[in-house]
T-cell receptor, first 116, second 117 residues
Framework: GAVVSQHPSWVICKSGTSVKIECRSL??????MFWYRQFPKQSLMLMAT?????????EQGVEKDKFLINHASLTLSTLTVTSAHPEDSSFYIC????????????FGPGTRLLVL | AQSVTQPDIHITVSEGASLELRCNYS??????LFWYVQSPGQGLQLLLK??????LVQGIKGFEAEFKRSQSSFNLRKPSVHWSDAAEYFC???????????????FGKGTLLTVNP
């Protein structure tokens, strides 16, 4: 089946630094990738939708200058948390959607971010 | 806007017992409905989905779900639970009104399943 990887699986950083998370579709091309944030005992909240070669579409309330998304190729999207603060600590999950399969999303294993 | 409610935060069952996880949705049109399972260190895995047709949907790992429009529900069931089923389960609704790249999933808060030996 389709596999989506995320790197790193966990990261600890100091407040004020930037952190980049990679999301890769390993065996299929993903025209669209999604980034979610999950708080403990909470649902997955969609942060943004990323289409290859174009600007990401952010959900209401998500700061686009804070969470930079780049989808430079059909197999790679990156999320950069800029000037991270402790409140940015969370579990970030990406998903990838193959072409011509609007209802299908394959999820990565997630990245745990802890900002000290 | 669509929403999903999973009333049970945590459910504990004994191995071999039957299981039902509840899911209620709010959506203005015919919904696309999904159940995902999340295990530690692994990505969400799709168990089953409903788009149209037969309201009883069979999925992987012996799971099934029944779509009941009158109750706005899409409950997940399994006749006999295995210890390996312990995980978090998420119900989701797809937004069929938006097309193309705007197609989105809205998730419930999840139900944590514990299986006792």
């Amino acid at each position: 089946g389709a596999v989506v990887s995320q790197h790193p699986s966990w990261v600890i950083c100091k407040s004020g630094t930037s952190v980049k998370i990679e999301c890769r579709s390993l065996d299929f091309q993903a025209t669209t990738m999604f980034w979610y944030r999950q708080f403990p005992k909470q649902s997955l909240m969609l942060m943004a939708t990323s289409n290859e070669g174009s600007k990401a579409t952010y959900e209401q309330g998500v700061e686009k200058d804070k969470f930079l998304i780049n989808h430079a190729s059909l197999t790679l999207s990156t999320l950069t948390v800029t000037s991270a603060h402790p409140e940015d600590s969370s579990f970030y999950i990406c998903s990838a959607r193959p072409p011509l399969a609007l209802e299908t999303q394959y999820f990565g294993p997630g990245t745990r971010l802890l900002v000290l | 806007a669509q929403s999903v409610t999973q009333p049970d935060i945590h459910i504990t069952v004994s191995e071999g017992a039957s299981l039902e996880l509840r899911c209620n949705y709010s959506y203005g049109a015919t919904p696309y409905l999904f159940w995902y399972v999340q295990s530690p260190g692994q990505g969400l895995q799709l168990l089953l989905k409903y788009f149209s047709g037969d309201t009883l949907v069979q999925g992987i790992k012996g799971f099934e779900a029944e779509f009941k429009r009158s109750q706005s529900s899409f409950n997940l069931r399994k006749p006999s639970v295995h210890w390996s089923d312990a995980a978090e389960y998420f119900c989701a609704v797809g937004d069929t009104n938006s097309g193309g790249s705007n197609y989105k999933l809205t998730f419930g808060k999840g139900t944590l399943l514990t299986v006792n030996p």
